[in-house]
C-alpha cells in the first residue's frame, strides 16, 4: 500500500505497482519507463489537440452574439458570484472568492468560447454560454477535472 496526499502523480503509481509485482515474484518491468511513455503520448495528444483550438481562435470565428452581450455579472447559488467583462477583444471573467485569479475566454464561434485560467493549476476548458431569445442566460463553468470534477451553472443576473 502507498498512501500519499497528492493526485494525478505517476511516481506513486509506478511504485505501487512495482512493490506489488516483487510481492508476487512478477519479472521485474520499469513502471516509470512505462508511465513516462503513456505520459508523452497525453502530452503530445494534448498538444495536437492545443494546436488544434489555437488555429481556430486565429481564424476569428464568429459569435452569436456581440461579446458585450456576454458581459455582466452571473451567480451560482453555492460558488457566488462571478463578473464577466470585454477587454481586448476578450472576455474575462472573476470570481468573487478567487481575488487574483481569473479566465480568459476566447471566441470558439457560436457561443462556444476556449477558457485560460490565470492560475495553470486550473487549466485550460471550453466553455459554453446558453442563450434564449438572444439573450445570455447562463455559462456552465468548469476547471481542470483534478481540481474539481464539478460544472457550475452561472446564472446571469445582470
Known amino acids: 500500500m502507498v498512501l500519499t496526499n497528492t493526485d494525478a502523480n505517476n511516481f506513486y503509481e509506478a511504485l505501487r505497482n512495482e512493490i506489488q509485482d516483487a510481492y508476487l515474484r512478477l519479472p521485474y518491468r520499469n513502471y ?5 511513455q503513456y505520459m508523452q503520448a ?14 481556430s481562435i ?13 458581459a455582466g455579472e452571473y451567480e ?10 470585454v477587454e481586448a477583444g ?3 471573467m472573476r470570481f468573487e472568492h478567487h481575488k487574483g485569479r481569473y479566465g ?3 471566441p470558439l464561434g457560436g457561443n462556444r468560447f476556449f477558457c485560460t485560467y490565470s492560475d495553470p ?16 442566460k447562463s455559462i456552465t463553468v468548469r476547471v481542470a477535472d ?13
Not at 32 to 36: A, C, E, I
Not at 43 to 55: L, P, V
Not at 58 to 70: E, G, M, R, V
Request: charged residues 25%; positive net charge; without cysteine.
Open 42 to 55: 497525453d502530452e503530445k495528444e494534448k498538444s495536437s489537440q492545443y494546436k488544434a483550438i489555437r488555429d
Open 104 to 106: 480568459t475566454l476566447e
Open 90 to 92: 476578450k472576455l474575462i
Open 146 to 158: 483534478f481540481v474539481e470534477f464539478t460544472p457550475y451553472e452561472f446564472i446571469k443576473i445582470k
Open 58 to 70: 486565429a481564424l476569428n470565428p464568429k459569435t452569436s452574439l456581440p461579446l458585450t452581450a456576454y
Open 32 to 36: 516509470s519507463q512505462v508511465f513516462l
Open 76 to 85: 451560482h447559488s453555492i460558488y457566488g458570484k462571478m463578473n464577466m467583462t
Open 121 to 136: 493549476l486550473y487549466g485550460m476548458k471550453k466553455l459554453e454560454f446558453v442563450t434564449a431569445d438572444n439573450k445570455v
